[in-house]
């Protein structure tokens, strides 16, 4: 069973920023379908960013759009989320996904086959 693994998250003042990395070794990401996403207590998880295989626009929730990137590094064969300009709302779960070739949805989670552990991220002063 492939499991992902965040790093990155932890606790940043309003207005700060992070970067979360999820490098993989069991595959190669650039024949892959990923995403970031988010949970936080009570709601549901949610996709923040996303990249369907072979198709170079990157899809940002609503709320993310302007503030947070998302990449993929062939070399270090490592996808990436910078998040900018954090915000209280933030605060969440944030989960890498990955699945291979291309997907209808990309941003619905059912979709992905792999995920990471979660790496929590809270945004307060």
Do not use: H
Not at 19 to 43: M, N
Not at 68 to 73: E, G, I, N, Q, V
């Amino acid at each position: 069973q492939v499991q992902l693994v965040e790093s990155g998250g932890g606790l940043v003042q309003p207005g700060g920023s992070l970067r979360l990395s999820c490098p993989v070794s069991e595959f190669t990401l650039d024949y892959y379908t990923i995403a970031w996403f988010r949970q936080a207590p009570g709601k549901e998880r949610e996709a923040v960013s996303c990249i369907n295989y072979n198709d170079g626009s990157t899809e940002y929730v609503d709320s993310v759009k302007g503030r947070f990137t998302m990449s993929r590094d062939s070399a270090k064969n490592t996808m990436y989320l910078q998040m900018n300009s954090l915000k209280p709302e933030d605060t969440a779960v944030y989960y890498c996904a990955a699945t291979p070739g291309k997907v209808p949805s990309p941003c619905i989670m059912w979709e992905y086959d792999y995920w990471g552990q979660g790496t929590q991220v809270n945004v307060s002063s």
